[in-house]
Every structure is written in structure tokens, then in C-alpha cells.
């Protein structure tokens, strides 16, 4: 009986765990943000989504936004199009001028500024809170679940960001092409509260934003 017993417990267990795990990558369930801490993100499902004519097709900006969260799935999935690694050589899914990768992606969420570390694949916390108010200048930016950050680290003293600026339109496009795909909303913009947000993130005058691009249902 005690045998059977422990076998009963252990399945369910093992069933419960299955279950979490495979509601992880489910499209539709949205990520709870309850600790600030380093967020795994998922492998991309690169055999996923739309065909690339019918995404162009439905390729364009929106300005309503669902305040809810992004699953972990399209969280992960936004990044690795925007500026992820897609070969054995350390080269991205965007193509960079001489190949300097000047940008770097920042995510913010509603609890914090995360990083992207495309080596990696994961979201490093760079700053807790809700500073979504400074990623834009129009109100949807606010409740959005995620507005995506492209900012430069100066090359030289003389850096006038032109590549950066340049290279930031590839990732947009990604995203805008992804989002198509999945079915999400999302709308690159030009604006933030730079000199706020940068204080925010600790980052110096070596560093500019250059785009933003909100994204969400
Ligand atoms: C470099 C750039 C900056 C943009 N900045 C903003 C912005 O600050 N706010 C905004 O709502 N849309 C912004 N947009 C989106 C454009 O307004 C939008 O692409 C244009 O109206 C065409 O609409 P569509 O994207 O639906 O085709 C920007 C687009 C680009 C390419």
C-alpha cells in the first residue's frame, strides 16, 4: 500500500511538472513577473510562424496595447529577431556594418530594465521598477508589457551614431516582420526621455539611445 501510495504521489508530481514546464511554452500564457532576477529565455521555435510573404503582408505599425504580459515564448522569440545569434559564428539574425554590432537591446517590463545578452540568451536585470513612463513619450508606452530599447556605446569620441542608427532599422524590421507573424502588435518609435531613462540605467555619456519599438497584444 505505502509502495503504491509513493508511486501515486511521484506521478502526480511528474505530471504537474510536465504540465508547467510544457505551459511555459505555450504562446498565449503570459509570464508572472514576480522576482527581479535573470530571465532564461527559450530557444526559438524556427519553424514557427507565418511565411515570410503573408508577414510583410500583414506588417504595420499599432498604438493600443493590452496591458498584459508577453509570454515567455514571444518574449523570447522578440529578442532572438531583434538581435539574437543565428550562427555557429557569433553573427546575428541582423546585419551590422562591418559586422561592429554598436546596439545593444534593452527590455523593459513592468518590473524592471533588463538587458539582453545575445551570447547568452537571457534578460539580465539592469534596473527594478516600473520605468516604463520613460521608454516613450506617448501613453501607450506606459501599460505596454514590453518596449524594447536600441541603445549605442559610442565607438570613438567623434561617434556621430550613424551606424548604430542605421543597423537599429534592421532589428525594428524583425520585430515588425515577427510580430506579423505571431500575431502581435508593436510600433518602432524615436522618442523616449532619454537623459531620465539613461540615469535610470546607469549607463553614461558614452551611451544613446537610438530607437525604441513598443510591442504587445
Ligand atoms: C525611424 C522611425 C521612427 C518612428 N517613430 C515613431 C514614433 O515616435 N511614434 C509613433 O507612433 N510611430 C513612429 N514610427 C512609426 C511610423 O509612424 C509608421 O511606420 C508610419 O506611420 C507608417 O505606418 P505603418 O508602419 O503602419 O506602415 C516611426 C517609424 C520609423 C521608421
Not at 112 to 123: D, R, S, T, V
Request: some cysteine; charged content about 20%.
Amino acid at each position: 500500500m505505502r509502495t503504491f501510495l509513493f508511486s501515486l504521489a511521484m506521478s502526480i508530481v511528474v505530471l504537474a511538472s510536465a504540465q508547467s514546464s510544457s505551459k511555459v511554452n505555450q504562446p498565449n500564457v503570459p509570464m508572472v513577473l514576480t522576482s527581479f532576477d535573470t530571465i532564461k529565455l527559450l530557444a526559438p521555435d524556427t519553424l514557427g510562424g507565418k511565411p515570410l510573404m503573408q508577414a510583410i503582408v500583414h506588417r504595420k505599425s499599432d498604438r493600443t496595447f493590452d496591458s498584459r504580459n508577453l509570454s515567455l515564448k514571444h518574449l523570447s522569440e522578440i529578442l532572438w529577431v531583434a538581435n539574437g545569434i543565428n550562427r555557429a559564428n557569433g553573427k546575428r539574425t541582423v546585419p551590422s556594418a562591418m559586422a561592429q554590432y554598436p546596439l545593444q537591446t534593452y527590455a523593459v517590463l513592468a518590473n524592471g530594465i533588463y538587458f539582453y545578452n545575445p551570447q547568452k540568451h537571457q534578460l539580465e536585470p539592469v534596473a527594478k521598477g516600473d520605468f516604463r513612463s520613460l521608454a516613450g513619450k506617448q501613453t501607450f508606452v506606459d501599460t505596454a508589457p514590453l518596449n524594447l530599447l536600441f541603445i549605442a556605446k559610442a565607438r570613438n569620441a567623434n561617434d556621430k551614431f550613424e551606424m548604430a542608427m542605421m543597423d537599429s532599422g534592421y532589428c525594428g524590421q524583425n520585430v515588425y516582420l515577427y510580430c506579423a507573424s505571431e500575431g502581435l502588435k508593436c510600433v518602432v518609435r524615436a522618442g523616449a526621455k532619454e537623459a531620465e531613462l539613461l540615469k535610470a540605467m546607469n549607463l553614461d555619456t558614452n551611451y544613446k539611445f537610438i530607437l525604441a519599438q513598443t510591442v504587445g497584444y
